[in-house]
């Protein structure tokens, strides 16, 4: 097995997990929803677009400021 430079194990927190589940049921829902109101306009895309930034956001925010919270 290979030995990871910080050994202990990362969990994922609920409240992530939570947000992206969230994400990806409201953009499915979204998504049927613009293929039966409008089906030429594709204005999920952009839903999913800003919201998917934030979340990546988020996300990018908890790994790297996961170590700084355990050191105080």
Known sequence: MMETINSEKR????YLKERIATYLVTCVFLG???IVVA???WWIFW????WGMNLIKQILFWYYT????EKR
Do not use: R, S, T
């Open 11 to 14: 969990h994922f927190p609920l």
């Open 32 to 34: 049927i929803l613009n």
């Open 47 to 50: 839903v999913a677009l800003g």
């Open 66 to 69: 996961k170590g700084e919270e």
């Open 39 to 41: 089906p030429h306009e």
